[in-house]
T-cell receptor
């Protein structure tokens, strides 16, 4: 079976840094994705990792350790607009399986 | 590029009726589409994989006769919720695999979603 876990909720302060963790156990691995989703909208692509290591893209970075089945999304210089759900998704084959999702609330 | 258009964005229907949701790939050919359902404050749950010209593959626990999927062309996949009940009220969203190289901007593109309310 597929199991992808994330913390349910997190809170942080504007301007701070927050790390959202994701652990996974899947039958295959063709990459790990992070998406941002605002309520009632489609997910927006943030990052993709298929090899171990850190991928940096502006204020967002994503890390992957395949041996540990672990990834994290790092958000720097938090802004109020970053309040959203963050979804970790793994492609065990050609389909994407989503984790439980993390609702992030940024406070002033 | 790689846009998926999903319609309708919102639909309200009476219990017992059927509702069809369409997803069209506008500027690429989608041989495979994925259908997800999302309940409030929950993540996306994969319902089925839709393959052009063949039967859809359903995830465990998803009723094939209730959620009919048709992928008759390389640009159109439809999900029909038959005999809808209030518990089917949810956010339905489709996705297509974009055949781009790994590490490209995004390997998957999503429709804008359909909010179904069954009364």
């Amino acid at each position: 079976g597929q199991n992808i876990d994330q913390p349910t909720e997190m809170t942080a302060t504007e301007g701070a840094i927050v790390q959202i963790n994701c652990t996974y156990q899947t039958s295959g691995f063709n990459g790990l994705f992070w998406y941002q989703q605002h309520a009632g909208e489609a997910p927006t692509f943030l990052s993709y990792n298929v090899l171990d290591g850190l991928e940096e893209k502006g204020r967002f970075s994503s890390f992957l350790s395949r041996s540990k089945g672990y990834s994290y999304l790092l958000l720097k210089e938090l802004q109020m607009k970053d309040s959203a759900s963050y979804l970790c998704a793994v492609a065990p084959t050609d389909k994407l399986i989503f984790g439980t999702g993390t609702r992030l609330q940024v406070f002033p | 590029g790689a846009v998926v258009s999903q319609h309708p964005s919102r639909v309200i229907c009476k219990s017992g009726t059927s509702v069809k949701i369409e997803c069209r790939s506008l500027d690429f050919q989608a041989t495979t589409m994925f259908w997800y359902r999302q309940f409030p404050k929950q993540s996306l749950m994969l319902m089925a994989t839709s393959n052009e010209g063949s039967k859809a593959t359903y995830e465990q626990g998803v009723e094939k006769d209730k959620f009919l999927i048709n992928h008759a062309s390389l640009t159109l996949s439809t999900l029909t919720v038959t005999s809808a009940h209030p518990e089917d009220s949810s956010f339905y969203i489709c996705s297509a695999r974009v055949d781009s190289a790994p590490g490209a901007r995004s390997g998957y593109t999503f429709g804008s979603g359909t909010r179904l309310t069954v009364v």
